[in-house]
């Protein structure tokens, strides 16, 4: 069998090797894009990770292609429809860092409640001792509004309990037993807007989730709240955000994913390699007047990037792939 592995780093490709030594494999640190595509064609199997773009374009380029196996829990880089048609299995990796996720979520939280970025940064920079601009605020004792209770958004209510937090939540599948076992409460998606100091968001990104926070409900959040996003930047619409931010309607933005993050990481590369769109130009204007804004706080997507849930990845990854290889494939995107 073929197999190419895209995005791959150094310590990765020794495993990978000894995991498929008796198949033909093929490593790369670069993604694949329909800008970027390898030399060779015809893999069987190809692993990838976020920033790869498995469309149609794509795929039109590896017409031997039977199995997809992304190294991760979001799988809106691949057009799983397109897929299907073609009798292309999916696979992914679900829950290999509920925890690691969740922790970077609180890190984004304390960094937006008590201002820790800008109070290590005037030290760094500027040498200033100066506590002017950096009252934060308690979080103990106040709401936290979690907008999907799966893997991730369950791990965060854990960590809120831990510090004294009143938890709400929205999900279309509520699970009600552990709201009632960890004191947590579902609501409306508006309630939940309107009732919550932090706000954090857990849902996955698809038709039903883009621009679930949107100009129309932007401003039924709660006056001066925070808003916390590491789940995909197409859950939010940019325009609204910018809007509510600049207004002061909302406190302050930690996100660690953008809308049009693939396009705006590798701006210069879309301007020369064709005609980008003008709703793509637009977003990524408002990123940039984004990540700019001082009660703004963007990371590089980042919140997966720990050690153990990388080896958790890369172990869960291979034992997809040997499935898949032995007819019995597991963690298939339905
Ligand atoms: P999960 O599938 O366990 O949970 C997602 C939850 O969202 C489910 O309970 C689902 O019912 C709910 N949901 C679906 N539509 C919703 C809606 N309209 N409103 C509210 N809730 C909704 O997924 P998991 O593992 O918790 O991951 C969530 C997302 O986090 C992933 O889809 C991925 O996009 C993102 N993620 C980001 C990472 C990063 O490094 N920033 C790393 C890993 C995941």
């Known amino acids: 069998m073929r197999i190419a592995f895209f995005e791959i780093e150094e310590w990765e490709e020794k495993i990978i090797r000894e995991a498929f030594s008796g198949n033909d494999v093929f490593v790369s640190k670069d993604k694949i894009t329909s800008a970027y595509l390898p030399d060779k064609l015809d893999f069987e199997i190809l692993s990838v990770f976020i920033d790869s773009r498995i469309d149609k374009a794509v795929l039109d380029c590896f017409p031997r292609v039977k199995c997809v196996a992304t190294r991760s829990t979001g799988y809106d880089h691949i057009d799983v429809a397109e897929c299907k048609k073609r009798g292309i299995t999916v696979l992914y990796v679900p829950g290999y860092g509920d925890n690691t996720v969740a922790e970077f979520t609180f890190g984004l939280v304390l960094n937006l409640t008590r201002k820790m970025y800008q109070s290590i940064d005037q030290i760094k920079e500027r040498g200033s001792f100066s506590l002017d601009g950096l009252r934060g605020m308690d979080i103990k004792g106040k709401t936290i509004g979690i907008v999907g209770t799966g893997r991730i958004g369950k791990e965060v209510i854990k960590i809120a309990k831990g510090f004294g937090m009143n938890v709400i939540a929205h999900d279309p599948y509520p699970d009600e037993n552990f709201a009632k076992e960890i004191g947590a409460e579902y609501v409306s998606l508006d309630k939940l807007l309107g009732n919550s100091d932090i706000i954090s968001l857990h849902c996955p990104y698809n038709k039903d989730t883009h621009h679930l926070i949107n100009g129309k409900n932007v401003g039924n959040i709660k006056n001066g709240a925070y808003m916390v996003n590491t789940a995909r ?102």
């Open 233 to 334: 930047g197409g859950v939010v619409e940019t325009e609204a955000l910018v809007y509510a931010l600049k207004s002061g309607a909302l406190a302050g933005y930690a996100a660690d994913v953008l809308e049009e993050e693939g396009e705006t990481k590798e701006e210069l590369q879309l301007l020369v390699s064709g005609h980008p769109k003008e709703e793509e130009l637009k977003i990524m204007l408002e990123n940039h007047i984004l990540m700019k804004m001082p009660n703004v706080l963007i990371t590089p997507h980042n919140a997966f990037n720990s050690k153990e849930a990388l080896e958790r990845i890369l172990r869960t990854t291979i034992e997809n792939i040997e499935g898949y290889l032995k007819g019995t494939p597991a963690n298939i995107v339905q």
